[in-house]
């Protein structure tokens, strides 16, 4: 039985550890989860829900095309939500720091994030310049959150900014679903 209680002692602390969660209550720690998973989902949902037939242009009911309903497919679409993932995991790291000024800003930066991003999902921006909008004040709040989190805790700040690497990763992925799929076998 010691190997056993051993165990849950480890998993115990890897969980804290992970959660930034050492010397908090674990109503506190399971208020910041509740939180911070459930205004993602909430963003989520509301974003998905307002997503429905988008009405042609003149030249694309000339070209034949039907109306666009649904959602982004490839290899970056399934990128997403783990980036989005770590995000949250991030804000529960922030929430669960010590209370100062730069949590609570770093806090309000995460939800205005994911209420942007929810935003956009929703607007689904066609024009070059809309999307290049919503990308740029994505990454910017995402950033802004990610430097104020390093603040708090560099755990929480490195799991919420991007790496070159990763992006690079998902960029080659994304080729690579592309080249397949326009490969005839």
Not at 14 to 39: C, K, M, P, Q
Not at 55 to 72: K, N
Not at 78 to 107: K, Q
Request: positive net charge.
């Amino acid at each position: 039985m010691s190997d056993i209680d051993d165990r849950l002692d480890d998993i115990r602390e890897a969980a804290s550890d992970f959660l930034n969660a050492d010397e908090r209550d674990i109503g506190h720690v399971a208020l910041g989860v509740a939180v911070t998973v459930g205004f993602a989902l909430l963003a989520t949902a509301l974003a998905s829900g307002t997503i429905g037939p988008r009405h042609r242009t003149v030249s694309q009911r000339r070209e034949g095309a039907g109306p666009v309903t649904e959602r982004p497919r490839g290899a970056f679409s399934l990128v997403l939500p783990a980036v989005f993932s770590a995000t949250t995991l991030s804000a529960v790291r922030v929430w669960n720091a010590p209370a100062r000024p730069e949590r609570t800003s770093a806090m309000i930066l995460w939800a205005g994030a994911q209420a942007i991003n929810a935003v956009w999902i929703a607007l689904r921006p066609a024009s070059r310049g809309m999307q290049i909008a919503a990308a740029m004040t994505s990454a910017g709040l995402a950033a802004a959150f990610a430097h104020e989190a390093r603040k708090l805790d560099p755990k929480a700040g490195k799991l919420a900014s991007p790496t070159g690497a990763g992006v690079r990763i998902a960029n080659i992925v994304d080729r690579k679903a592309e080249q397949a799929a326009h490969t005839v076998h």
